[in-house]
């Protein structure tokens, strides 16, 4: 039937996912640039504009630059970790060994449980009396504050990523090294290469793509991280796992200081958009013409 609509048939199969995301992104995205130039804290319901005034407190807020350096944490410790060890763990499963679906299924397990499910099993495990201080104690070693620890906080809700992701980029990883040639394994066999210099050869070149999607999506989720803060830390303690996900949510929902918050948004938004154009200039510059 759709011979008879010519050149529009394909617009009209985009149409209704056209419609979701300017219901569900377009209009939300425009209404917090809008929100974010309101002043809400003399009242929710009868906001002022304040042009860039929140911006310019935001700037000068250290809080914000303290949220910002745990967001950077964040990243710097588990986004090189999710990139490299799912790639290492699917070159491994990608092997012809016995049990290699009891193996996948173990690995990818922690991707299937609840994110506040993890988080409370973890936070259970951190705990004063929990099983790893029950470990250290047994050594004689001194209990440690993973979650009441400044020092330790922060890398123990990293740990609660880390733990949920690896199994979810390991099959981006499988899925991608199906594309491989076994030809070109093949030719290194008979060149005498060893495990590693035939993966680091032949795997890793052409896996870049995939690895600056894996990059880009962990970086993303490393930025936008909350349910883990939000059941294990509440940002604390004294500001040291508060990342700026979460500062938004508390200025927006507790605070109810929405133009703050959408601010914040709008910032975040900016920095999400130049980490993912710095990805792809950096692993697939000859794929795009930008």
């Not at 209404?31 to 407190?57: C, K, V």
């Not at 070159?91 to 679906?101: A, E, P, V």
Request: charged share 10%.
């Amino acid at each position: 039937m759709f011979k008879y609509y010519g050149k529009t048939a394909p617009y009209l199969f985009l149409l209704p996912a056209g419609i979701v995301l300017l219901l569900f992104f377009f209009i939300p995205f425009f209404h917090t640039i809008i929100l974010s130039f309101q002043d809400y804290s003399n009242s929710i319901y009868a906001p002022n504009f304040a042009g860039l005034q929140n911006y310019i407190n935001i700037l000068h807020n250290p809080t914000f630059y303290k949220v910002m350096l745990n967001t950077i944490i964040y990243l710097i410790v588990a986004v090189p970790i999710l990139a490299i060890i799912p790639l290492f763990l699917a070159i491994l499963i990608n092997q012809k060994i016995r049990g290699i679906t009891l193996y996948k299924i173990l690995i990818y397990l922690p991707v299937i449980v609840s994110i506040v499910v993890a988080a409370i099993a973890f936070k259970w495990l951190y705990a004063e009396q929990g099983i790893l201080n029950y470990i250290l104690n047994l050594f004689d070693i001194n209990s440690i504050g993973w979650l009441s620890d400044p020092k330790y906080a922060i890398y123990s809700v990293i740990l609660v990523t880390i733990w949920k992701g690896l199994g979810y980029y390991m099959m981006i990883y499988l899925a991608a090294l199906m594309s491989v040639p076994k030809e070109l394994y093949e030719a290194c066999d008979i060149d005498g290469a060893g495990f590693f210099r035939k993966h680091l050869t032949v795997t890793v070149p052409h896996l870049m793509p995939t690895i600056a999607l894996v990059t880009t999506i962990s970086s993303i989720s490393a930025m936008k991280i909350f349910a883990e803060i939000y059941v294990m830390t509440k940002g604390g303690p004294l500001n040291s796992t508060k990342t700026i996900v979460y500062y938004i949510y508390e200025k927006a929902f507790e605070n109810l200081d929405l133009g703050y918050a959408s601010a914040m948004a709008v910032i975040l938004l900016v920095i999400v958009m130049v980490f993912s154009l710095v990805n792809i200039l950096c692993f697939e510059k000859g794929k795009y013409k930008i």
